[in-house]
């Protein structure tokens, strides 16, 4: 099983990001059987909850991104999206797709002062 995040760059404050997880060696029943999330870790902080996605599309986030980030799954395909608007320099950091106890390798994002 493998998880690959992309999309990760340097964006002003107020700007946006999509970051996709791409997954492969997944059975289709395994992916659909837990939800997809994404966890984020700033320079010198733990790595921190930011959304999670089950396979219905229920969706839970961090309070400080909620209206701001939205995470979306393709089940077909077996990947997963975040959508980053309005972006703060808080957001900065590297962000992580996970599935169950697989991770991906993390994105960089970041939103200078």
């Known amino acids: 099983v493998q998880l690959v995040e992309s999309g990760g760059g340097l964006v002003q404050a107020g700007g946006s990001l999509r970051l996709a997880c791409k997954t492969s060696g997944f059975i289709t029943s395994v992916f659909n059987s837990d939800d997809l999330n994404w966890y984020r870790q700033a320079p010198g902080k733990q790595r921190e909850f930011v959304a999670s996605i089950s396979r219905t599309g229920l969706t839970n986030y961090l309070d400080a991104v909620k209206g701001r980030f939205t995470a979306s799954r393709d089940n077909a395909n077996k990947r997963a999206y975040l959508q980053m608007n309005s972006l703060k320099p808080e957001d900065t950091g590297v962000y992580y797709c996970?599935?169950?106890?697989?991770w991906g390798q993390g994105t960089q994002v970041t939103v200078p002062s």
């Open positions: 996970n599935h169950g106890s697989n």
